[in-house]
């Protein structure tokens, strides 16, 4: 197996729009994997996936625009402008076909590259991901009494809200960062302190907390409304072999939402694993290894 220190090092992608796209490469075999880190993550969170994944893949673990080691020159408006700086700097790194996967929100930025170019996107996976209609958020009032009807629909409303998780940022303390991480991403097994060390620093870098979680709420390929925007139907254009994998103790995504997302896609597999949390790679990560080797070779050889 393949130490963590052999990809550790971070290379850097400019795009055409300026952004400069850092990512960390694992060289392998003839079968390529793109890797899309979500929220309050960034391209680190790979490594144990990364270590344990069979030599015959070349992975690429992206940083996206504002968090890790990537730059932040222009404000993300949708999930689309993550998406288009991936395609863009895999083509620039002469990446043509690939499978993708996505963990969390990074779900929706693979399922929009999908989208968006079929020709690229051979197989899609989606690893405790979010919604194909998105994730808005309900305005609260104060105590967290719910405001019905109606979701956050603007900066200002969304920076208010994530407001105390910024502040605990803001204090850069590891000790109620790991608290917070571990009531609702960490569940079952904890990252060892060098890794957690790196996660947490991952963490303090995104730059665009407010916005992405904006985006994500206007996010919705379904063919129905998420409560604050239409679905666009192009869920149907999603036609190519995928794979979800769930765990079944997951708190920030329920295991409901991928059987809901493996009803509406249309070539879809699904997998709840059992005795994994939303950190499904850190708690099964050779159950999700297996799970990718597998479902990648069968569908592309």
């Not at 969304?158 to 960490?186: C, G, H, T």
């Amino acid at each position: 197996m393949m130490s963590a220190l052999s990809f550790e090092k971070v290379h850097r992608q400019t795009i055409d729009n300026g952004e400069t796209i850092a990512y960390r490469k694992k060289d392998g075999g003839p079968y390529n994997l793109v890797l899309i880190h979500g929220n309050l993550s960034a391209s680190t969170h790979w490594d144990l996936l990364m270590e344990a994944i069979s030599d015959d893949f070349t992975v690429y673990a992206f940083d996206l625009r504002g968090f890790g080691e990537s730059s932040y020159e222009n404000p993300v408006e949708s999930i689309k402008d993550l998406a288009e700086d991936i395609a863009q700097a895999s083509d620039a790194l002469g990446v043509d076909t690939y499978s993708v996967s996505g963990w969390g929100i990074g779900g929706a930025v693979a399922m929009r590259l999908a989208v968006d170019h079929p020709d690229d996107v051979e197989t899609l996976i989606l690893l405790a991901s979010c919604e194909v209609e998105g994730r808005p958020i309900k305005k609260r009032r104060f105590f967290g009494f719910l405001q019905a009807p109606g979701y956050i629909d603007t900066m200002k409303e969304m920076r208010k809200f994530l407001k105390p998780l910024q502040r605990v940022r803001e204090r850069k303390s590891p000790v109620k960062l790991k608290r917070i991480l571990n009531a609702a991403i960490f569940t079952k097994d904890k990252p060892h302190d060098r890794r957690y060390d790196r996660y947490i620093d991952a963490l303090l870098k995104q730059r665009n907390h407010a916005e992405v979680n904006l985006a994500i709420s206007r996010f919705n390929i379904s063919n129905k409304h998420n409560g604050l925007t239409e679905g666009t139907g192009e869920i149907e254009k999603l036609t190519l072999p995928t794979l979800i994998l769930h765990g079944d103790e997951d708190k920030v995504f329920m295991p409901e939402i991928a059987e809901s997302n493996a009803e509406q896609l249309p070539n879809a597999e699904l997998n709840i694993i059992e005795g994994a949390s939303h950190a499904i790679f850190v708690d099964q990560v050779r159950t999700v290894t297996d799970h990718f080797e597998r479902f990648i070779k069968k569908q592309t050889t």
